[in-house]
């Protein structure tokens, strides 16, 4: 079992940065591979990024790429998302997720609300 907690989110403008972090429970921290995902009212929840457990591979969606970045620190058991050129339509509450390979163990933070203003 692992529990997530995020913070770190509030109001910015539009072209602001924002970090949000992610803090994780358990001895095995670096055996889970960590994501990003946001939910804007409305709509889906939809993917943001991801990393590997080694934090050596990244991925991102197309709409953040180039804009946000991905980081863990496994001595920390905390992975983050530094983000940049903010736009409205990344408002959204932003989740952590932990997936442990090759299993199909999937676990959620409660998320934290991100607010981009004109």
């Known amino acids: 079992q692992v529990q997530l907690v995020e913070s770190g989110g509030g109001l910015v403008q539009a072209g602001g940065s924002l970090r949000v972090s992610c803090a994780a429970s358990g001895r095995t921290f670096s055996a889970y591979a960590m994501g990003w995902f946001r939910q804007a009212p409305g709509k889906d929840r939809e993917f943001v990024a991801a990393i590997s457990g080694s934090g050596l591979s990244e991925t991102y969606a197309a709409s953040v790429k180039g804009r946000f970045a991905m980081s863990r620190d496994n001595a920390k058991n905390t992975v983050y998302l530094q983000m940049s050129s903010l736009k409205p339509e990344d408002t959204a509450v932003y989740y952590c997720?932990?997936?442990?390979?090759?299993?199909?163990?999937?676990?959620w933070g409660q998320g934290t609300q991100v607010t981009v203003s004109l």
């Open positions: 997720n932990a997936r442990r390979p090759p299993t199909t163990d999937s676990y």
